[in-house]
């Protein structure tokens, strides 16, 4: 349970963080740092999951785990919304330039073609 909602989240985490770090030097040192860590992370959620059943504050962890991982998951998903929605508005933007730009041109070059021809 609680390793399914961390694995999803680390998926997550992972994408971003690939996307993020591939704009910093840093990337190839910082990825498997958070692997690593990642693995740690999971190894000890395995571990709790055998032993919640036992052990009633292990069982009260993996709960407020739960409602954290909800938590990151939906702060994840604004996240990720919010870049799709930048890297669109970007483009956008680009090809509104470029539309302007080609119109500027095609604009000019009639203006070339009135003066040559006498046309005004």
């Not at 009260?60 to 870049?83: F, I």
């Given at each position: 349970m609680a390793l399914n909602l961390v694995s999803g989240i680390t998926e997550q985490l992972g994408s971003i963080i690939a996307s993020e770090f591939t704009?910093?030097?840093?990337?190839?040192?910082?990825?498997?740092?958070?692997?690593?860590?990642?693995?740690?992370?999971?190894?000890?959620?395995?571990?709790?999951?055998?032993r919640q059943v036992k052990e009633k504050a292990v069982k009260l962890w993996l709960d407020k785990l739960k409602d954290v991982s909800y938590e990151m998951d939906d702060v994840l998903d604004e996240w990720n919304t919010a870049m799709i929605k930048a890297a669109i508005a970007k483009e956008e933007e680009e090809e509104e330039e470029a539309e302007t730009s080609?119109?500027?041109?095609?604009?000019?070059?009639?203006?070339?073609?009135?003066?040559?021809?006498?046309?005004?």
């Amino acid at each position: 349970m609680a390793l399914n909602l961390v694995s999803g989240i680390t998926e997550q985490l992972g994408s971003i963080i690939a996307s993020e770090f591939t704009l910093t030097a840093s990337v190839k040192e910082e990825i498997p740092k958070l692997e690593r860590k990642f693995r740690t992370i999971q190894a000890v959620l395995d571990d709790a999951e055998k032993r919640q059943v036992k052990e009633k504050a292990v069982k009260l962890w993996l709960d407020k785990l739960k409602d954290v991982s909800y938590e990151m998951d939906d702060v994840l998903d604004e996240w990720n919304t919010a870049m799709i929605k930048a890297a669109i508005a970007k483009e956008e933007e680009e090809e509104e330039e470029a539309e302007t730009s080609t119109a500027k041109k095609r604009k000019m070059r009639l203006s070339k073609r009135e003066r040559c021809t006498g046309l005004n």
